[in-house]
């Protein structure tokens, strides 16, 4: 027997009895970790099967395979990384239901990743200032935005993460260096003879 595609694991908890049990976050209109309603705007398709197909969620066994858990749609769940890897392997599935209902929720990978620029702002105080040097001129919006893309192309990523905390500081910081060298460059003038 093959494994449920995501989208017929979704379909199959969306009509479940258990459902508040197993899936307490589930809205088959959007894709997101049952346990704690984890999601991504970027797993969005044109429709919901390829939105479900798309969506960065593992399958997860609530009795284990090894423990002689079925590959069908009734003991699947779609959880992120995380849950899957804290999930209870267990041969009861009411342990999975009471690991769920302790779950907290976790904001959009969206939200995540700008929680993490702004603590990696903390981390490079100078960015702050250079930034506020700056900020009062015209299209200063865009040139820092654009500086900050062309600065993340020239970083690398680590497999699993994407870009770390630290490159996000170092990102900063380089940026910070090129805003204080356009902000000095732009108030010397030189003196008239």
Not at 25 to 49: I, K, M, V, Y
Not at 116 to 128: G, I
Not at 135 to 158: I, P
Request: net charge neutral.
């Amino acid at each position: 027997m093959s494994v449920p595609s995501k989208w017929k694991i979704a379909q199959h908890w969306e009509k479940s009895p258990r459902r508040q049990d197993f899936a307490p976050h589930l809205r088959l209109d959007e894709p997101c970790c049952f346990a704690c309603g984890w999601l991504s705007e970027r797993w969005n398709r044109a429709t919901l099967q390829a939105s479900w197909q798309r969506a960065n969620l593992e399958r997860a066994h609530i009795i284990p395979r090894s423990l002689g858990g079925p590959d069908d749609a009734s003991n699947l769940l779609l959880l992120c990384r995380p849950c899957h890897q804290e999930s209870p392997d267990w041969v009861d599935p009411e342990q999975m239901a009471r690991w769920i209902a302790t779950r907290e929720e976790r904001p959009s990978r969206e939200v995540e990743t700008f929680m993490a620029w702004l603590a990696a702002a903390e981390r490079a105080p100078d960015f702050k200032d250079a930034l506020a040097s700056v900020v009062a001129e015209e299209g200063a919006a865009e040139r820092v935005s654009e500086l900050l893309r062309s600065l993340l192309d020239q970083a690398g990523t680590h497999f699993g993460i994407g870009v770390s905390q630290g490159t996000r500081v170092a990102v900063l910081q380089a940026a910070a260096n090129q805003l204080t060298r356009h902000a000095q460059q732009a108030s010397y003038k030189p003196e008239k003879s």
